[in-house]
């Protein structure tokens, strides 16, 4: 069974400085994605940034950075200079090959003016 | 952009109703999805769908059924509502695997059972 585990479920950071949440995965498999959802108080869960396990290089999207460690099955997101509008709950998520979709309990971020 | 409507922001019905949930998607995509989301449990697959007619279980299908008739409408049926089943309910869209492409998700309907 996959498995996706963030163990903070509440972060804070301080407006422009950096945070990383964490997330680890638990698979058999070679071939996955990962991904990084964001859901505002307004609810709307939209994609952060995702990383394909092949690719060794590391995305980024922005202020939005992944560190990923496959043979550690670890998948953690940088945030940098956070701004107030990156308070919100994240979900970690993971795709195999196939149609599901397997996401961690999320992890809810305040950031401090 | 991706366009996953759900008919309902909030929706309050009584223990034993039975109670329809609605999403359209507008980008032909052949997977949907239905989630509950609950405090410290994250999201949870109550259903899927990866084809017009075809539906599969997903973690928590009990007192849940689902509906596709067409590509893109997918409904969530609660045959018997009760006060467990409030939750708030997500629904989600995907092309296929290919590319790994992410899930667009709707607004989400906050449904209390009284």
């Known amino acids: 069974a996959q498995t996706v585990t963030q163990s903070q479920p509440e972060m804070s950071v301080q407006e422009a400085e950096t945070v990383t949440l964490s997330c680890t995965y638990d698979t058999s498999e070679s071939d996955y994605y990962l991904f990084w959802y964001k859901q505002p108080p307004s609810r709307q869960m939209i994609l952060v940034i995702r990383?394909?396990?092949?690719?060794?290089q590391n995305a980024t999207e922005n202020r939005f950075s992944v560190n990923f460690q496959k043979a550690a099955k670890s998948f953690s997101l940088k945030i940098s200079d956070s701004q107030l509008g990156d308070a919100a709950m994240y979900f970690c998520?993971?795709?195999?090959?196939?149609?599901?979709?397997?996401f961690g309990t999320g992890t809810s971020l305040t950031v401090i003016p | 952009d991706v366009k996953v409507t759900q008919s309902s922001r909030y929706l309050v019905k009584r223990t034993g109703e039975k109670v329809f949930l609605e999403c359209v998607q507008d980008?032909?995509?052949?997977?949907m999805f239905w989630y509950r989301q609950d405090p410290g449990l994250g999201l949870r697959l109550i259903y899927f769908?990866?084809?017009?007619?075809?539906?599969e279980k997903g973690d928590i299908p009990e007192g849940y059924s689902v509906s596709r008739e067409k590509k893109e409408r997918f409904s969530l049926i609660l045959e018997s509502a009760s006060t467990n089943q409030t939750s708030m309910y997500l629904c989600?869209?995907?092309?296929?695997?290919?590319?790994?492409?992410?899930?667009?998700f709707g607004d989400g309907t906050r449904l209390s059972i009284l």
């Open positions: 769908s990866y084809d017009v007619k075809m539906k």
């Open positions: 990383q394909e396990a092949y690719k060794q």
């Open positions: 989600a869209s995907s092309p296929p695997l290919q590319g790994g492409q992410p899930q667009h």
């Open positions: 980008m032909d995509h052949e997977n």
């Open positions: 998520a993971y795709r195999r090959t196939g149609n599901q979709f397997y």
